[in-house]
């Protein structure tokens, strides 16, 4: 290992629909976090590791910082909340098309109190007009202090490179804490749950996406090589049910077809999915399901 290795943490945080995930999954070079158009995609903390000759970045990925509205939203903002202090650098990240909100002042409040460089990353520059930049970039400067502002769009990788470099003076020497192949601290059943869950957000719609849970009840790998994968998604209502299901079961074939191609990316092997809907009322404001569905927090 070079003897001026670096390594260190680096926490993303925003508004919901910055982009983070989009950012995490362009900078690590595969899909870790789940993308979707809708708000609050990202649950749990998901760490990506970027691995170099000269250094180690550890980036996490935090849920969307919202006022909460269930148990469920109560964890989601404070595992967002509790990172900022525990890392050696801070990304603010917000969307150059919405413009500042009043979201972003309560993360900007937030901020007031980390002790750590904070960035501010303007994603989404392909959205707007050059023009409109500059006075954006202005008026975040003149609330907050930042260490460097970095216009970018994580979707077309414009200006992250850029970033990253201006990241690894930031961080101090230290060990590489992860293989050099390591790219998540997630095992393969939360991303696989994950990319089935994604395929819910984006294919139905209103209060379906965010009442439902992916649990994977059976993964095992059979003698031919293939994956046999068994996962039951849980919803709060009959009625969601029935929507996931969809009119002569078309729409949960939809969504296990679509999630079966990305997981057999990941997993690099033919995959059989087997998915079932499951009804469990309210459990977004129980904590017993919360933690068994692998929201687990140090408050709960």
């Known amino acids: 290992m070079n003897d001026n290795f670096k390594s260190g943490f680096i926490t993303i945080i925003g508004r919901p629909n910055t982009g983070k995930s989009t950012f995490l999954n362009h900078v690590i070079g595969q899909k870790i976090a789940i ?12 760490q990506g590791v970027l691995t170099s000759t000269d250094s180690q970045l550890v980036f996490i990925d935090t849920p969307g910082i919202h006022k909460p509205k269930h148990r469920l939203g109560d964890f989601m903002v404070k595992s967002a909340q509790d990172t900022l202090n525990e890392v050696d650098a801070v990304l603010f990240m917000v969307n150059a098309n919405e413009g500042y909100g009043k979201g972003d002042q309560y993360i900007l409040d937030l901020l007031q109190q980390v002790n750590r460089p904070v960035f501010l ?7 707007v007009h050059p023009d409109e930049l500059l006075p954006l970039i202005d008026q975040y400067r003149n609330k907050y202090d930042f260490e460097a502002v ?4 994580a979707l077309n990788g414009n200006n992250v490179s850029s970033l990253i470099k201006e990241l690894k ?7 590489q804490y992860y293989p050099d192949d390591y790219v998540t601290d997630h095992p393969e059943r939360f991303i696989i749950s994950e990319l089935i869950r994604e395929k819910v957000l984006q294919l139905t719609r209103e209060e379906v996406p965010h009442s439902i ?22 919803t709060e209502r009959k009625t969601q049910k029935g ?3 969809g009119k002569h079961g078309d729409m949960l074939k939809n969504i296990g077809q679509k999630a079966r191609s990305d997981i057999e ?6 995959v059989y999915l087997e998915l079932w809907v499951k009804v469990q009322k309210d459990w977004r404001n129980k904590q017993s ?4 569905f692998g929201y687990r927090s140090d408050e709960y």
């Open 150 to 153: 970095f216009p970018i769009s």
């Open 169 to 175: 003076s930031y961080i101090p020497e230290g060990p």
């Open 289 to 292: 399901r919360l933690q068994e």
């Open 121 to 127: 990353v303007i994603n989404k520059i392909d959205l």
């Open 243 to 245: 929507i996931i299901i």
């Open 35 to 46: 993308m979707s158009d809708k708000r609050q995609t990202t649950r749990n903390r998901i």
């Open 265 to 270: 990316a990941l997993l690099g092997s033919k």
């Open 213 to 234: 849970a992916v649990i994977i009840e059976n993964l095992e790998e059979r003698e031919s090589g293939s994956i046999f994968i068994q996962a039951s998604i849980v």
